[in-house]
Structure formats: C-alpha cells, structure tokens
C-alpha cells in the first residue's frame, strides 16, 4: 500500500520507507515562513483526508523533541529518557506557530522519523516505542 504525508496544504506520496526517511529529513532543513525547522506531518493511506491519517508528528528541532501521536486510540509515543518540554511547531504556514506542551512532546526527533519510517514500511502503529495515552492534569 502507499502511503502520503500530509503538511500545511501539501499532500505527498510515500512509496517506501527510504522516500519517508528522505521526506523528513527535507522538512528538517527547510526553513518555514516562520523562520523555524518545526513542521506538523500527518501519514495515512495515500489519497487519505487528514482526520482520517492515523499517525500525527509534530517535529520541533530548535527543541529537540516530537510529539508523535496514534490518533485512532489517543496514545502519544513516549521515550521514558526524554525531558519532557513544550515545543513550537509550524501547522499552518499562514498561522502563528502552535505550542504542543509537554505532555505531548515526549519523543526525541530521530525515534519520530523513525516512527514514522516504521508506519510507512508497515502501514500499522510502529512496535519498538512505548504507547501510553495523554497525561491528565
């Protein structure tokens, strides 16, 4: 199956994992209109609506965090090593940046792009990452 990203009003096919490892390590060098490296990417099948793609990445790396999030069971991905920090991210290029809070932001920005490699190679939740759902407060 081939999958896409979806970011600000853009849609991109992915035909394999190497074209979503490429993806993501373009977006990690351009800079947006905001004058940041942060970008909000969303992966499903190919043709997908955004609420219907299952895996959301926020990728922030003047931070050095990601949010990653399996929305179909409300879990964020977790590296129980990582600080937890807010991060800023680009979802729009015509809005002001967004801020993501910790709790969300629990991910290094290398176990994101892999994550999201994983989810492209297999089109399931990625093994080999702690799952839990949101922290409450």
Not at 10 to 37: C, K, R
Not at 100 to 121: H, N, S
């Amino acid at each position: 199956m081939t999958h896409s990203v979806r970011w600000d009003i853009n849609q991109e096919p992915l035909a394999s994992a190497e074209e979503a490892a490429a993806f993501i390590d373009e977006q990690l060098a351009m800079v947006n209109p905001h004058g940041t490296h942060s970008v909000t990417l969303w992966f499903g099948p190919e043709g997908a609506k955004r609420r219907d793609m299952p895996l959301r990445i926020d990728l922030d790396p003047e931070a050095g965090a990601a949010a990653v999030r399996w929305v179909p069971e409300g879990l964020i991905a977790v590296d129980p090593d990582l600080e937890p920090r807010d991060i800023t991210v680009c979802q729009s290029s015509d809005r002001p940046l967004v801020i993501i809070p910790a709790a969300l932001a629990r991910t290094g920005i290398e176990t994101a792009r892999q994550i999201a490699i994983d989810y492209v190679r297999t089109g399931q939740r990625p093994d080999g990452i702690e799952w839990w759902p949101p922290a409450t407060d």
